[in-house]
């Protein structure tokens, strides 16, 4: 299950969803340098660099959209300046040039929308051997944590769901009582995140400091999300799902499902959604995957390694993973998939997904 992540930089901007200046607006990405304010203090007019070191002005109209507007104001301009401010700029029509106390005059344009989208925060973190790390927050929820010279080390999306989760063809939370909402809510609160940041930006730096051509280094990705997997009457199935990575931008998935009472939300225990116990489902779900046959070592590893946690419940079928490092003769982790019809009377009619539809 190892793999490759791209993350792809398509930025999705809010800019295009909002009220604008019309179908022929430009667009500009980069961080504010300079801010002009009228006699009350209010933001009129700002500067941003772009990545390729190209400046443009732009003037602030009583049409421009600015959003979040909190995030961009001269009050906060004021008193911590304006570096440290990502924005995506909609525009159209040149303004009357703003000009700088130096006479400089610079290009200047009328903005249609203004979207912040990355804050910076100033020694976010600190490593093992006192180097600071600042951050980068994303409005698109993903957080950047970079060395003072602006390499990235790490990249976190951040958790998502289970509230706001929904996937096409399956229940969500929208589907269940508001006591079984609060209760798994409360569950997945206490669980919180199953990765590390500060531990992976120690790792980071590490791999960057080794790296020959500093240059070639690519960032750690680091993520979590939970969300509905399989349902049937009375139980409903979530998988959390956490990216680590492997080494720079190569990552592996770590997948974990929990099982839930419909109109209590109590977490039921793995073991009791089956009509035998433990040893026996082991048993039932390895003679199964045929393949283990010819391979009895690798059974073996795989019966001391089963872990109800891992016991993945989908609508179609249930696996079984194996993260990377639980069999030892296995450099990367292993997943076992089998329908419900290659295991049959295994799992409870109740916990059966879609049992009783």
């Not at 903005?111 to 020694?123: G, I, K």
């Not at 508001?178 to 206490?190: D, G, P, Q, R, V």
């Not at 400091?209 to 009375?234: H, M, N, T, W």
């Not at 069999?327 to 295991?343: A, K, V």
Request: proline fraction near 5%.
């Amino acid at each position: 299950m190892r793999k490759r992540c791209v993350w792809l930089a398509a930025l999705v901007l809010c800019l295009g969803l909002l009220p604008g200046c019309g179908s022929g607006d430009k667009r500009v990405y980069g961080e504010v340098t300079e801010w002009f304010g009228d006699d009350g203090g209010k933001l009129t007019a700002f500067v941003v660099e772009t990545d390729s070191g190209k400046e443009l002005g732009f003037r602030l109209t009583e049409e421009s959209i600015v959003w979040p507007m909190e995030d961009f104001t001269g009050e906060r301009f004021a008193v911590e300046g304006p570096a440290g401010v990502i924005v995506s700029v909609s525009y159209q029509g040149r303004a009357e040039a703003l000009t700088r106390e130096s006479g400089e005059k610079i290009r200047t344009y009328n903005a249609c929308s203004v979207h912040v989208d990355e804050l910076l925060t100033l020694n976010a973190a600190t490593l093992s051997d006192g180097t600071p790390i600042h951050m980068w927050k994303g409005f698109w929820d993903t957080n950047r944590y970079v060395l003072e010279d602006g390499t990235e080390l790490l990249r976190e999306q951040m958790p998502h769901g289970p509230a706001d989760s929904y996937v096409i063809g399956l229940e969500s939370m929208d589907d269940l009582s508001e006591t079984a909402k609060k209760s798994i809510l409360a569950f997945y609160e206490k669980q919180g995140l199953l990765y590390d940041v500060p531990a992976e930006l120690e790792r980071a730096y590490a791999d960057y400091l080794a790296c020959g051509d500093k240059g070639k280094f690519d960032f750690y990705i680091v993520g979590q999300e939970v969300s509905p997997c399989a349902s049937s009457r009375r139980v409903m199935y979530f998988l959390t799902t956490v990216i680590l990575p492997v080494s720079g931008s190569e990552c592996t998935e770590v997948r974990q499902c929990a099982v839930f009472d419909r109109q209590t939300g109590e977490c039921i225990p793995a073991w009791d959604l089956f009509t035998c116990g433990p040893e026996e489902v082991k048993g039932a779900v390895l003679d199964a995957s045929a393949f283990l046959e010819d391979d009895p070592g690798l059974r073996a590893e795989m019966e001391a390694a089963f872990a109800p946690e891992h016991i993945i419940i989908c609508q179609e079928d249930l696996s079984v993973d194996f993260p990377a490092g639980t069999l030892p003769s296995q450099e990367h982790s292993y997943c076992l998939g089998l329908d419900y019809g290659e295991i049959p009377g295994l799992l409870h009619d109740w916990a059966l997904p879609r049992a009783g539809e």
